[in-house]
């Protein structure tokens, strides 16, 4: 079917013409634009184009931009900013883009792949859990599993972290604690998912956001899967303790700059100290910031080279974080 006659039961163009007008005006009409309901082809979804699902209309009028290392500002074309036709509301249009790569941890190679039906599944699971971005899923015209995603308006957490005034020994007695709580409401949530027999699957620093609308730190892009042995959660758990050493650092403290900038604690690190998953980054915090807790710097060291047992699921993470927490309102004074 031509793309210019919609099927039976979906908008005409002069029907989303009309939508387009009453939500920008005339001037923001575009002169040519396609109406899409088979995004297989996902290139082929352009600026002011039209994506029809379930007879509802987006307005695309942008993409997203990844934020993984080494590929910032990069943009993913599979993942279209849109807006709502009727009623107006931006959307994030998540479409099918089948993607695999390995990662390392230690010596153990995982294999992780693109999985939109898990992230369809997971969020019906999380529907009503205020700690994860929401959104539904359909299946457009070919089939392909379409994730419509409520847009979250607020700064990525690790930059407004970023953002506190200080040095690190300022920031860590007068800040850390209330991150820290934040953090361990981030870590009650994917024991949520993994309780529900879920993971997320690509947890990192950059896929928490602060949702400013409801003061609430929120989990997003949970459409990783990787491929598991024995500890279905491993690499959910390797990528808490990343975020973790990355807070209480306020940053990721590099071998290469202490080398250059404090060769005095650079002589005192062994290879042991180093992180498991990065090895060019220090673990054991507490040789860097002597005054960090004891409690705190055992739950990042298991996360080392020297780590000689691992976390095997979330509460055992959460029962020593409490006692964290615990050392760390001591520190603060109880706030």
């Given at each position: 079917?031509?793309?210019?006659e919609?099927?039976?039961?979906?908008?005409?163009?002069?029907?989303?013409?009309?939508?387009?007008?009453?939500?920008g005006g005339?001037?923001?009409?575009?002169?040519?634009?396609?109406?899409i309901?088979?995004?297989?082809?996902?290139?082929?979804?352009?600026?002011?184009?039209?994506v029809?699902?379930?007879?509802?209309p987006?307005?695309?009028?942008?993409?997203?931009?990844?934020?993984r290392?080494?590929?910032?500002?990069?943009?993913?074309?599979?993942?279209?900013?849109?807006?709502?036709?009727?009623?107006?509301?931006?959307?994030?249009?998540?479409?099918?883009?089948?993607?695999t790569?390995?990662?390392?941890?230690?010596?153990?190679?995982i294999?992780?792949?693109?999985?939109?039906?898990?992230?369809?599944?997971?969020l019906?699971?999380?529907?009503?859990?205020?700690n994860?971005?929401h959104?539904?899923?359909?299946?457009?015209?070919?089939g392909?599993?379409?994730?419509?995603?409520?847009?979250?308006?607020?700064?990525?957490?690790?930059?407004?972290?970023?953002?506190?005034?200080?040095?690190?020994?300022?920031?860590?007695?007068?800040h850390?604690?209330?991150?820290?709580?934040?953090?361990?409401?981030m870590?009650?949530?994917?024991?949520?998912?993994?309780?529900?027999?879920?993971?997320?699957?690509?947890?990192?620093?950059?896929?928490?956001?602060?949702?400013r609308?409801?003061?609430?730190?929120?989990?997003?892009?949970?459409?990783?899967?990787?491929?598991?042995?024995?500890?279905?959660?491993?690499?959910?758990?390797h990528?808490?303790?990343?975020?973790?050493?990355?807070?209480?650092?306020?940053?990721?403290?590099?071998?290469?700059?202490?080398?250059?900038l404090?060769?005095?604690?650079?002589?005192?690190l062994?290879?042991?100290?180093?992180?498991?998953?990065?090895?060019?980054?220090?673990?054991?915090?507490?040789?860097?910031?002597?005054?960090?807790?004891?409690?705190?710097?055992?739950?990042?060291?298991?996360?080392?080279?020297?780590?000689?047992?691992?976390?095997?699921?979330?509460?055992q993470?959460l029962?020593?974080?409490?006692?964290?927490?615990?050392?760390?309102?001591?520190?603060s004074?109880?706030?």
């Amino acid at each position: 079917m031509n793309e210019d006659e919609p099927e039976p039961g979906l908008p005409t163009r002069p029907e989303l013409i009309e939508l387009m007008t009453e939500l920008g005006g005339n001037a923001t009409v575009p002169t040519r634009f396609k109406v899409i309901t088979d995004t297989s082809d996902f290139f082929r979804v352009g600026y002011n184009d039209v994506v029809v699902l379930n007879s509802t209309p987006f307005w695309v009028k942008g993409y997203e931009k990844e934020g993984r290392f080494g590929l910032d500002d990069e943009p993913k074309y599979w993942v279209r900013r849109a807006v709502e036709l009727r009623g107006g509301a931006t959307r994030i249009l998540k479409l099918v883009f089948h993607e695999t790569f390995t990662t390392r941890i230690g010596d153990v190679e995982i294999k992780c792949f693109r999985s939109p039906r898990k992230e369809a599944r997971i969020l019906d699971l999380v529907r009503e859990h205020p700690n994860f971005m929401h959104g539904r899923w359909v299946l457009d015209r070919a089939g392909n599993n379409v994730r419509i995603l409520e847009f979250i308006r607020g700064k990525r957490y690790d930059v407004m972290v970023d953002e506190l005034a200080g040095d690190h020994e300022e920031y860590f007695h007068r800040h850390f604690s209330g991150v820290f709580k934040t953090y361990i409401e981030m870590v009650r949530a994917i024991k949520f998912l993994h309780d529900h027999g879920e993971k997320h699957g690509d947890i990192r620093r950059d896929h928490i956001l602060w949702d400013r609308e409801t003061g609430t730190p929120r989990w997003i892009d949970f459409d990783y899967n990787y491929e598991h042995g024995e500890s279905m959660f491993a690499f959910d758990l390797h990528g808490l303790g990343n975020i973790l050493i990355y807070l209480a650092g306020r940053g990721d403290v590099l071998v290469p700059e202490l080398y250059q900038l404090q060769p005095e604690i650079y002589n005192r690190l062994i290879g042991e100290d180093l992180s498991i998953s990065y090895r060019n980054r220090v673990a054991n915090l507490q040789k860097v910031y002597p005054y960090i807790p004891d409690s705190l710097n055992l739950i990042m060291r298991h996360f080392s080279v020297g780590a000689p047992i691992f976390y095997e699921n979330t509460g055992q993470m959460l029962d020593d974080l409490a006692v964290a927490q615990g050392d760390l309102e001591k520190l603060s004074g109880g706030a």
